[in-house]
Structures are given as structure tokens and as C-alpha cells.
């Protein structure tokens, strides 16, 4: 068997009006338009890291808490109705989805191997999360691609920054030595936003676009501090951050997602993509690419 690797690594947050603005045939509400340069950038995204034919999509969701450890689906196939908690008017979306477990178990047992908890979710009934749900969709439509979903073990939010930062960094090296020893080609989905301050009155219409803006001028400085370091390929000074950024733009990265991925993509120090940014409910939600064969490509133009 050849060595596994990683394609590509795609911050992909998981607002489910992205979802419910695409009015896919798996979701019961329908929308009139909205949110289109996220969705856009999501489409241009989709075919670059799909046209790299990955075998399998690991993503990393904030919105499965686990409290012991870190969880990964462990059953060949999962079907159901996930609602969001908040926003069932938005998304509530009839799932089917393969997993593949061999990586899966793979990963919880490199994981143990590096001293971290890790626990396998073999209960087929299972409702899965809609942060997982969300980015998978978004990243790959027809859901023909099997995934690995991992929880997030909350170790920024129980035992502070910087032991949630070793967690995830310790979680990464794991998924990438799994990877690895399975001979897979992966690419690696962090299902999370940037800054995350929602706003509190939403619209009478949902998809009413006049109502999506930065509402916080500090949240918007640290995004676009943030997907400048990306693209100068700083993603080490990013981790270093991390902390800082997570307080002061109250950032979803605090569930570990952003972390992990650049972790299993090595920490790394080449330019990643910016497909697009933009505001939901307020919260800053960027869709971003790390792909070496693109970043080779501009290498041999420029
Ligand atoms: O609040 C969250 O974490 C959500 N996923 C809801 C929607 C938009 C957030 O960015
Ligand atoms: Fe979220």
C-alpha cells in the first residue's frame, strides 16, 4: 500500500444559510436568494479540491461537543433529519452519508497512541450534527465521497487556550499519521467561522441581504488580519495567535477545528487560497483553500 496524504485543507464554516440559500432538494425550506459570494466562493472552492479526486473528506465540527475526548462516527452509514437547534426555520435537512471507518478507527487509535482520548460513536441512530452536515454539503453537494467526522472536545472552553491549542495541534498529528498509514487521499474540512459575534434581531427575512454587514469594526480587523497571514502563508504565526484572536474576536476557532486542520496539513508555509469572505448573522465566515498543486502552479507563473 503507498503512503496516504493529505490534497488539500479547506476552512469551511458551516452557517446553514448558505445551505438553506442553495435550496437543495435535502433541505424542507426554501429561499428566495442570499448570501451569494460565500456561495460562490464555495463553488469555486468545491471543483478545485474535488478535481483532486479525494477518496475520503475528514472534517472537524464545533457543533459535535463532546466532553471525554474526541469522537468519530464509527458506522458505515448514517440517515436522518438534522434541525438546526436555532435556526429550524433554515435548515432542516434530510442526510445520508457514508463513512469511512477504517480511517475513522484509524485515527482514534493514533490518537491514543499520542495519549489523547479518543472513542468511536457506534450507535447507528446517531443524529448527526449540522456543522458537520453543513461544511460537507457545501464542500461536496452530491455527497458521493465518503467522510471521517470528528467532535469537538471542548479543551479550549474546560482547561484554557493554551492546553486546547496542544489538544488540537497533538489531535492533527494523529488524523495525519492515520492518513498516512491507510494509504488515503484525504483533504480536511475545519467546519468553523472566523469571528463570531451574532447579531441578535434577525430580519423578518431571512435571506434579506441589507442586514449583513461587520457589526463590530475590531472583528473585522482580526479576520482580515487573519486571511492575510493565510495568504502570505504565515499559517505558524496564526497558531501563535491563536489565543489572542480567539478572545478578542470571540472566534469559533475556540472549538479547535482551525487548529487541527493546520496541524494536519503540517502547519503550512505557502500561500492558501481566499475563495471568499463575507458576513452571516453578523459572524465573519471566510472559505479558504490550502492546496500545494495551486500554490505550485502560481510558483511557476510568477
Ligand atoms: O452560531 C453558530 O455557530 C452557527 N453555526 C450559526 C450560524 C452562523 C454562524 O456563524
Ligand atoms: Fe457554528
Redesign the pocket.
Known amino acids: 500500500m503507498s503512503k496516504g496524504s493529505i490534497l488539500a485543507g479547506v476552512l469551511a464554516?458551516?452557517?446553514?444559510?448558505l445551505v438553506y440559500a442553495e435550496n437543495p432538494p435535502q433541505n424542507e425550506p426554501r429561499a428566495e436568494c442570499g448570501w451569494e459570494v460565500l456561495r460562490w466562493g464555495y463553488e469555486r472552492c468545491r471543483r478545485s479540491v474535488l478535481a483532486l479526486d479525494p477518496e475520503v473528506l475528514i472534517v472537524h465540527s464545533?457543533?459535535w461537543k463532546t466532553v471525554q475526548g474526541h469522537h468519530l462516527l464509527g458506522v458505515d452509514h448514517f440517515e436522518g433529519l438534522s434541525v438546526?437547534p436555532?435556526?429550524p426555520h433554515l435548515f432542516r435537512y434530510h442526510y445520508e452519508l457514508d463513512v469511512d471507518v477504517e480511517l475513522a478507527e484509524a485515527i482514534a487509535e493514533a490518537a491514543h497512541e499520542a495519549r489523547l482520548v479518543s472513542k468511536l460513536m457506534r450507535n447507528p441512530d446517531f443524529r448527526v450534527d449540522?456543522?458537520t452536515i453543513?461544511a460537507c454539503h457545501l464542500i461536496n453537494p452530491a455527497w458521493d465521497i465518503p467522510i471521517v467526522a470528528i467532535s469537538s472536545n471542548r479543551a479550549h472552553f474546560d482547561f484554557g487556550n493554551d492546553a486546547g491549542q496542544e489538544e488540537m495541534l497533538r489531535l492533527g498529528e494523529a488524523t495525519l499519521r492515520a492518513v498516512e498509514s491507510t494509504g488515503r487521499r484525504a483533504v480536511v474540512l475545519a467546519s468553523?467561522?472566523l469571528s463570531?459575534r451574532?447579531f441578535t434581531v434577525e430580519p423578518e427575512i431571512p435571506e434579506d441581504m441589507s442586514h449583513e454587514h461587520v457589526y463590530h469594526h475590531g472583528q473585522y480587523l482580526w479576520d482580515m488580519h487573519l486571511l492575510e497571514l493565510f495568504r502570505r502563508g504565515k499559517s505558524a504565526q496564526v497558531l501563535d495567535e491563536m489565543s489572542d484572536f480567539i478572545e478578542q474576536a470571540t472566534s469559533?476557532a475556540k472549538d479547535g477545528s482551525l487548529t487541527w486542520m493546520l496541524a494536519v496539513l503540517g502547519i503550512p508555509d505557502y500561500p492558501a487560497e481566499v475563495h471568499a469572505y463575507g458576513n452571516?448573522?453578523?459572524?465573519?465566515?471566510a472559505v479558504v483553500e490550502w492546496n500545494p498543486v495551486l500554490h505550485s502552479h502560481e510558483a511557476e507563473e510568477s
Request: negative net charge.
Open positions: 464554516p458551516h452557517p446553514p444559510h464545533p457543533h438546526d436555532i435556526f449540522y456543522g453543513a468553523c467561522s463570531h451574532h469559533e452571516v448573522i453578523g459572524t465573519g465566515n
